[in-house]
């Protein structure tokens, strides 16, 4: 077996979970500004944004396992779950913990969205645009793929599309519900 084979499941665990996190996003940008309203039902697109969700925490779960069965970099328990452990690049890997704890409240919460106040799940759900940017920072700063040309349009366009679908969320907030006509 290669030695390195944890170091490509480490990598290419972490570019999954974080293009799988890009797509719950944009999916939950969706619904929240009804942007898919007319070219799908509300509830695929919620099924969607649950299962890409659901899915990035998967595939980070073993970006981390992968990291720690790596022996090239030394991540143990505190350099995987302690901000600031990690001697290789240890704001980059704080980031990436950071958003770990964002990303594990995000799905507890909305696993138990039922039986829990609904302004704390929407407070606490407000916290996935911070840790898309946590988890994209991470990414870039991180990332041993930021060379590629394939992963910096990966980023460019994923950046780009979640700050059009804010934006739209931004425009929709400040439209007025029912729109006056004039009368001529």
Not at 103 to 119: D, H, N, Q, W, Y
Not at 156 to 183: D, E, G
Request: aromatic share 12%; proline share 3%.
């Amino acid at each position: 077996m290669n030695e390195q084979v944890w170091w490509f499941v480490a990598r290419s665990s972490g570019i999954v979970a974080w293009a799988l996190l890009t797509l719950s996003v944009c999916w939950g940008l969706m619904l929240s500004t009804k942007a898919a309203a007319k070219a799908s039902r509300p509830a695929n697109t919620l099924d969607l944004h649950r299962f890409f969700g659901g899915l990035s925490v998967v595939f980070t779960a073993i970006h981390m396992a992968g990291l720690a069965a790596d022996g090239y970099v030394h991540f143990g328990w505190a350099e995987l779950f302690v901000p600031g452990q990690s001697e290789w690049e240890p704001m980059a890997v704080a980031w990436g913990i950071i958003g770990f704890y964002l990303l594990a409240a995000i799905e507890v919460t909305s696993l138990l969205m039922k039986r829990l106040p609904r302004r704390l799940w929407v407070v606490v759900h407000r916290a996935s645009l911070p840790l898309y940017v946590l988890a994209t920072l991470h990414g870039i700063q991180s990332g041993t793929d930021t060379a590629n040309v394939w992963y910096q349009m990966g980023m460019l366009a994923s950046i780009n599309i979640v700050a059009f679908l804010v934006l739209l969320l931004v425009l929709a907030k400040f439209r007025p519900k029912h729109a006056v006509r004039s009368r001529v």
